[in-house]
């Protein structure tokens, strides 16, 4: 519900009492009557992450983010500095909106849904298959097991409870959403994704977490069958897709953290992923 | 847009061809005509994240949760899996709904938004205010400056980089929404917060990254001008609202992950905060 009078309360106290109290914040309230942004001093203190090296692996969460299916995430305003003394949106998005996971739940009847997914599960060693030099030619090309041994013998044995990203490039076509889909509507797309053999390898062949790609789906976009989906999911693992920034962290050794919103009943659905090394 | 088709689609292909291939796996899709859970084996594989310890620090996100002002968030069911193959939901939400972070830009005209919240900002130190005793016995109470003082004699200097958490025991009460904000509609709310001073004194002597409480509004509910939004947001750092569990993590020790959705434009928005030491 909302509370009849909340916005207008706000509004009035703060515009009687609210004011900074500090003349170096003297400017931020003082345009209150108009839509202006001031000038503001960047942050000065310093930030000391865990690690050094810090890689944000996700997309900005826009309206009109390219969605596989249903509508593309919306905004609006609900209130404005200026006009009510603060300042908020409201969105609506379906769950597979944006950098986000797909939970066992979402292809697997009585499989984990999004709160279902734990916290341990949520910080992992990240690794990264790169096949962008084949997908710039084929955007149907996939993940093969063969990428995957040849990770192997470059980089090593693929580490316990790893998330195994995919990078095919696609992450920079975000801006132009035929590009990104490879095709106007479904059936008919065209990006890369795991090959089924590849993502049941690594379910079955080594410990993983779960598998990500950079691009709208586990399945290549011309997949009609969704067997990754249907397999791996059905392994209880999860998957990250619409994944960026890949080409950005080292193919081992950054830790990933997952922070999927525990969206009730969820089926996956929108989360931050940063990588740190 | 909804595509138009994509769910007939995917529903005739995956009844078609995409049943798991393994055995361990049949039941997952075979009870597809019903809308009944199968048993499903938990995951075996061990998860072994970056140290030993990990506690979640995030409410699960649902229907219905106590917001301070406009409508609560609300879902609805888009495609079921004996329907259409696969799961997934649609939410409606504000950005100051669940566990979620306050940007500057909330409450401060051209202060940061949700997307220019840096990662670096995103994974830093957490230490833990308690004053859970006196918020028992009196809901009206704030964070002062002898509380950190009290803090750092006992815990040491609380180090660069640290978010700020107030425990006042509130979580625990988050089922009970009269209970949680202590009123049936504000102006009337009554739970704990910062003071001002404690929250400046923290911004002008200490280096910190932000604050954070574990109830609505990091001031107290029966604030009328929310001082601590105006000028601790407007010194350009960020606080977290509905914190959970913060009485099973160190006063001092641990790192917080603050999975910040990037919303576009976004005056701060839910987040997913796990702490780990």
């Not at 500095?81 to 009585?110: N, R």
Request: net charge negative; glycine share 12%; hydrophobic share 40%.
């Amino acid at each position: 519900m909302c509370l009849p009078g909340t916005v207008e309360t706000v509004r009035k106290e703060i515009r009687k009492e609210g004011q900074p109290r500090f003349d170096r914040r003297t400017a931020i309230l003082g345009g209150m009557g108009a839509a202006m942004a001031v000038a503001f001093p960047a942050k000065a203190h310093a930030v000391r992450p865990a690690k050094k090296r810090v890689q944000d692996l996700t997309h900005v969460f826009t309206a009109g983010f390219p969605v596989f299916a249903f509508d593309p995430p919306a905004r609006a305003t609900l209130v404005t500095i200026p006009s009510a003394g603060f300042y908020a949106q409201k969105w609506t998005l379906g769950e597979h909106s944006g950098t986000h996971m797909d939970a066992p739940g979402h292809f697997v009847l009585g499989g984990r849904l999004s709160p279902e997914i734990t916290p341990e599960e949520l910080i992992v060693p990240i690794v990264v298959i790169d096949i962008s030099a084949r997908a710039a030619s084929d955007p149907d090309t996939v993940v093969t097991p063969d990428d995957l041994l040849r990770f192997e013998r470059r980089h090593g044995r693929i580490p316990d409870g790893a998330l195994v990203a995919m990078n095919s490039g696609w992450a920079g076509k975000i801006d132009d959403l035929l590009e990104f889909k490879g095709g106007p509507a479904f059936p008919g797309y065209h990006f890369p994704g795991f090959g089924l053999d590849a993502a049941m390898w690594l379910a079955e062949n080594r410990d993983v977490t779960g598998i990500g790609v950079d691009t709208l789906s586990l399945d290549p976009g011309n997949s009609l069958t969704f067997p990754v989906h249907v397999n791996f999911l059905g392994t209880d693992r999860y998957g990250l897709e619409n994944l960026a920034n890949l080409d950005k962290i080292p193919p081992r050794g950054a830790t990933a953290y997952v922070g999927l919103i525990p969206w009730e009943e969820g089926s996956g659905g929108p989360c931050r992923v940063i990588a740190n090394w």
